[in-house]
């Protein structure tokens, strides 16, 4: 099922949208990184979960299709909440869902925190917890200067290198040296990448709160953002949280991982 496409505004800001299907909505929300956006991230499931739910995807400002900020902080968490907020507002009322990676595992958990109309979460490699940032969560939000660079980059967040494609790494260059996404990137994650981790961290007690399902996807193999340090931490003060860790998977279990990822989708939303 081919979705629709379209933009809107948010706050001044041009913010796109994927959109389809009927059934259950779903809000799905991409990760961080150079390049990062929702055809990177759920190119592979989009059009599958189309053909059972009701879906909206959106690229966040400064990211894939999606208008960027004209003002610093670039790394704007509390930005992206209140667009994630506004597209969560186009899905149909009533309960909804919400899927988020990595970086917006910690969007799609705090949303669920303001929203009680949404009573199912998926996260895939979130963050959320008090992690430390390692040798590869730096390479990963650090900008690549060259292919190889590139290379490096996308490797360390997959179990099998050789799903990297030179295809792949040709339109990925192709977005990144555009004369324009390299300085608004570098400037994104300029410094200690530490802070971005702590930026996303969600109160112990308030995930305590949460009423409802969540299930938690986490590569056994994730090496920015290891499954120890980050889903089991959130998993222990989630009461209603299922987690699988997915062998032989990097940080990408949508892209290493489809087949997994719906069939986790279908137990959870139905």
Request: aromatic share 8%; with cysteine.
């Amino acid at each position: 099922m081919a979705l629709a496409e379209r933009d809107i505004d948010v706050e001044g800001h041009r913010v796109h949208l994927w959109e389809g299907g009927e059934g259950f909505p779903i809000l799905m929300l991409h990760g961080s990184g150079p390049g990062a956006g929702t055809v990177g991230n759920w190119r592979l499931v989009l059009e599958p979960l189309a053909a059972r739910y009701r879906i909206v995807a959106t690229d966040l400002i400064g990211f894939g299709a999606s208008g960027r900020k004209t003002e610093e902080p670039y790394f704007d968490l509390p930005l992206w909440r209140r667009q994630a907020q506004a597209v969560l507002d186009l899905l149909p009322a009533g309960e909804a869902g919400v899927i988020g990676h990595s970086l917006s595992g910690s969007l799609a958990l705090g949303l669920a925190m303001e929203n009680p109309r949404i009573t199912k979460v998926m996260t895939t490699g979130a963050m959320g917890a008090p992690a430390r940032a390692n040798r590869e969560t730096e390479i990963c939000w650090r900008f690549p200067e060259t292919r190889e660079e590139l290379r490096e980059a996308v490797e360390i967040l997959v179990h099998d290198p050789l799903v990297i494609t030179d295809a792949f790494l040709d339109a990925r260059m192709a977005i990144l040296h555009d004369g324009e996404y390299g300085p608004y990137f570098r400037s994104m994650f300029a410094g200690d990448k530490q802070r971005y981790i702590d930026e996303a961290v969600l109160p112990p007690d308030r995930l305590s709160a949460l009423a409802c399902q969540v299930m938690m996807l986490h590569g056994r193999d994730d090496r920015p953002f290891p499954c120890e340090e980050n889903t089991r931490v959130l998993a222990r003060h989630l009461h209603k949280a299922d987690t699988f860790v997915i062998a032989e998977c990097g940080h990408s279990p949508a892209l290493e991982h489809p087949d997994k990822l719906l069939a986790m989708a279908q137990m959870l939303f139905g």
